[in-house]
């Protein structure tokens, strides 16, 4: 079964860009959560999709959105972008029932300068 | 207060030694708990969950849950090299779905 995908792996952009990100969980799950990985900051959960609906957001501003696809893929949009967004965005995937853990992609990795 | 604790270590065992790794959740309204093991320059992956109290053995590995103290740990049997990395612990509140709230992990690092 093939796992999580995520692309683009790196990504350099200018501040004051926008930028989207793209994932596609293993075949069979509904539920595609996003998160941000800083050393300071660790990881943190920004958004969880399930059947084209999010059905929980973390505390993020606004320039941060996605949406997820009726296969299932999800992307993630992130405007107007600042030195601080610069970070290791994960995918996870997971079945759907709550409780039933997440499994992750490679991640992209986003620098802003 | 953070809402997942962990110790940021790093924990130094030998090779062949049991390693335990706690975490401490202020939330009582946590329902499911997770272990993560994340190697230098790469993602997560899903090592252990445990949802009630008590013990959860897999190979080497054992979830331990006490949710009247809110605490959960991972001990890892005969550590070998190959074990040294930063383990994530995670939990999902009632009502949160997927949302795994994550502590900050601990480094373990595993000498022969």
């Known amino acids: 079964k093939a796992g999580v995908t995520q692309t683009p792996r790196y990504l350099i952009k200018t501040r004051g860009q926008q930028v989207t990100l793209s994932c596609s969980p293993i075949?069979?799950?509904?539920?595609v959560s996003w998160y941000q990985q800083t050393p300071g900051q660790g990881l943190q959960f920004l958004f969880e999709?399930?059947?084209?609906?999010?059905?929980n957001k973390g505390n993020f501003p606004g320039r941060f959105s996605g949406r997820q696809f009726s296969n299932s893929r999800s992307e993630m949009n992130v405007s107007t972008l600042e030195l601080g967004d610069s970070a290791l965005y994960l995918c996870?995937?997971?079945?759907?029932?709550?409780?039933?853990?997440?499994?992750f992609g490679q991640g992209t990795r986003l620098t802003v300068v | 207060q953070k809402e997942v604790e962990q110790n940021s270590g790093p924990l130094s065992v030998p090779e062949g030694a049991i390693a335990s790794l706690n975490c401490t959740y202020s939330?009582?309204?946590?329902?499911?708990f997770f272990w993560y093991r994340q190697y230098s320059g790469k993602s997560p992956e899903l090592i252990m969950f445990?949802?009630?109290?008590g013990d959860k053995e897999d190979g080497r590995f054992t979830a331990q849950l006490n949710k009247a103290s809110q605490y959960v740990s991972l001990l890892i049997r005969d550590s070998q090299p190959s074990d040294s990395a930063t383990y994530l612990c995670?939990?999902?509140?009632?009502?949160?779905?997927?949302?795994?709230?994550f502590g900050a992990g601990t480094r373990l690092a595993v000498h022969p």
């Open positions: 996870a995937s997971s079945p759907g029932t709550p409780g039933s853990g997440a499994f």
């Open positions: 075949s069979g799950h509904r539920s």
């Open positions: 999709y399930f059947s084209e609906t999010q059905r």
């Open positions: 939330d009582r309204g946590s329902q499911s």
């Open positions: 445990i949802y009630s109290n």
């Open positions: 995670a939990v999902t509140r009632s009502g949160g779905y997927n949302k795994l709230i």
